[in-house]
T-cell receptor
Framework: AQKITQTQPGMFVQEKEAVTLDCTYD???????LFWYKQPSSGEMIFLIY??????QNATEGRYSLNFQKARKSANLVISASQLGDSAMYFC??????????????FGTGTRLQVTL | GAGVSQTPSNKVTEKGKYVELRCDPI?????LYWYRQSLGQGPEFLIY????????DSGLPNDRFFAVRPEGSVSTLKIQRTERGDSAVYLC?????????FGSGTRLTVV
């Protein structure tokens, strides 16, 4: 079974500062993918960044970077230069490679980020 | 269309009634997923279609829930004898290769 744990129900960050959202995972699949999604109040899940378990380098997408520590089974999201529009729920998710886990994303419970002036 | 479209955006129904939720995926996306998101939780997997067939329905909570995708594009999630515990946001996503694209969801409220 796959499990994603997000231990921060809520986070505050000042505008223009960087913030790290924590994510740990558990899986028995030898190969897997890790995702971060943003969910604003409108409800749509917006893809932010992807990290494959065998990728040699940490993923980066603009102001988003993923701090992947495989041995610790952590995949923390770092948002640099926070903006007011970054205020939203953030979900970490995983997809495996084996039958039964390859077809679907398993999500964590999310972290609500609030960016303040 | 450009994105995944879900209708209706909101649905209020009485306990015991039947409801249908529709998902129109991105054209050409063969994989389609349904998720349920309860208040304060992350989305939970319900069912996955590859083409017209349900490749994995292990997340459907009971036999009151059923989904179809008869022509490999639009999908309908059907809930019979709705219960108050079915109240949630139902999300649909489609995928071509790697990237999942989600719709804005249908907020179902059972009163």
């Amino acid at each position: 079974a796959q499990k994603i744990t997000q231990t921060q129900p809520g986070m505050f960050v000042q505008e223009k500062e960087a913030v790290t959202l924590d994510c740990t995972y558990d899986t028995s699949d030898p190969s897997y993918g890790l995702f971060w999604y943003k969910q604003p109040s409108s409800g749509e899940m917006i893809f932010l960044i992807y990290q494959g378990s065998y990728d040699q380098q940490n993923a980066t997408e603009g102001r988003y970077s993923l701090n992947f520590q495989k041995a610790r089974k952590s995949a923390n999201l770092v948002i640099s230069a926070s903006q007011l529009g970054d205020s939203a729920m953030y979900f970490c998710a995983m997809r495996g490679r084996n039958t039964g886990t390859a077809s679907k994303l398993t999500f964590g419970t999310g972290t609500r980020l609030q960016v303040t002036l | 269309g450009a994105g995944v479209s879900q209708t209706p955006s909101n649905k209020v129904t009485e306990k015991g009634k039947y409801v249908e939720l529709r998902c129109d995926p991105i054209s050409g996306h063969t994989a389609l997923y349904w998720y349920r998101q309860s208040l304060g939780q992350g989305p939970e997997f319900l069912i996955y279609f590859q083409g017209t067939g349900a490749a994995d329905d292990s997340g459907l909570p009971n036999d009151r829930f059923f989904a179809v995708r008869p022509e490999g594009s639009v999908s309908t999630l059907k809930i019979q004898r709705t219960e108050r515990g079915d109240s949630a946001v139902y999300l649909c996503a489609s995928r071509r290769i790697y990237g999942y694209t989600f719709g804005s969801g249908t907020r179902l409220t059972v009163v």
